[in-house]
């Protein structure tokens, strides 16, 4: 079994850094407070899990059922991450919101990745891609799925203590600018990289 560990885990980081819904729950309510912050965070990530099952029994069975399936998934997954680099460049100059709404701050997380169909999407998108077409659907899937919710549970654990120095770094208008900038041309070279392979 040959994953394509390297496009995956830079594909998944570069999703990962580039700010969304997710981010600006977490950080607006871990600037606040690190309890806040750490209830947010729980519900993200337990909406990653969820995704991530459904993730891996949907490719699973999709892709054991019809192998030209993969190759499908593959285009619509790059055509996806050319979609977000786009998105990403469009917006660059645009200020982030943060959630100042009131209730459970973890229910709020978990809405927040459920109801978002970019992480739906990136499961969809990444997973196929560094998949081996001649081996096993089902654990391929399944160990991808689960290092994307470990990277991105470690990435909160990291993250949400130090949400006041980030908050203040990616608040400055230039920083964030050049920062998403890089991110969305990162996210339309890997697209085009995985349409040309």
Not at 91 to 101: G, I, M, S, Y
């Amino acid at each position: 079994m040959h994953i394509a560990w390297t496009s995956f885990l830079v594909a998944l980081l570069i999703i990962m850094i580039v700010p969304g819904p997710d981010f600006v729950l977490i950080m607006g309510n871990a600037v606040r407070s690190l309890k806040r912050g750490t209830e947010a965070a729980l519900g993200v990530v337990t909406g990653l899990l969820v995704h991530a099952t459904l993730a891996t029994i949907g490719l699973s069975a999709l892709v054991a059922a019809v192998p030209t399936a993969l190759l499908v998934v593959k285009v619509i997954g790059a055509l996806y991450l050319a979609y977000l680099g786009f998105m990403t460049l469009r917006t660059a100059n645009k200020p982030v919101n943060e959630q100042r709404a009131g209730g459970s701050v973890f229910l709020r997380g978990l809405l927040c990745d459920l109801l978002n169909p970019k992480v739906m999407l990136t499961f969809l998108s990444l997973i196929p891609q560094a998949m081996d077409p001649n081996g096993e659907p089902l654990p391929q899937a399944a160990l991808l799925s689960a290092v994307t919710v470990g990277v991105f549970a470690l990435f909160w654990v990291i993250v949400v203590p130090l949400a006041r120095q980030l908050g203040s770094l990616l608040s400055r208008p230039k920083i964030r600018t050049t920062f998403e900038r890089v991110c969305g041309t990162a996210l339309i070279g890997m697209a085009a990289s995985v349409l040309a392979a």
